[in-house]
């Protein structure tokens, strides 16, 4: 029997999973639970706890990554940029974390250039590891 080819379909199947940053940011956070070792290569530690929406860290972290004294803050997005108003309450959280910008490789360009403390993650990269 062969199988019939399904017409593409706007947000089947996984894609329509991963068409949502906080579905994204759990999936990021399943993996992590799974094994943290690449977040090595990706941030320079492997955190002992991740959580998602961290309201520990004052804004509701999309991903919150943890060690013993380091500490990184991951904001996923999907195809827009980040606002003012996020990035000035990222960046005045009073511990003073490393600062992630994951997503797509299209949207490098997207990263906060007038702090200079954001680092880009490309969300192929960070799910490939």
């Not at 991951?74 to 005045?92: D, F, N, P, R, W």
């Amino acid at each position: 029997m062969n199988a019939k080819p399904q017409p593409w379909v706007r947000g089947r199947g996984l894609d329509r999973l991963l068409a949502r940053e906080t579905n994204v940011s759990d999936l990021i956070q399943l993996l992590t639970d799974r094994d943290p070792s690449p977040w090595a290569d990706l941030v320079g530690f492997i955190p002992t706890d991740v959580e998602r929406e961290a309201l520990k860290s004052e804004n509701n972290a999309d991903l919150r990554l943890t060690a013993e004294a380091r500490c990184a803050v991951i904001e996923v997005k999907l195809g827009h940029s980040m606002s003012q108003k996020q990035q000035t309450a990222y960046e005045a959280i009073a511990a003073g974390p490393e600062l992630y910008l994951a997503a797509l490789g299209a949207d490098r360009s997207c990263i906060p250039s007038d702090s200079g403390r954001w680092s880009f993650l490309g969300l192929s990269d960070l799910i490939g590891a």
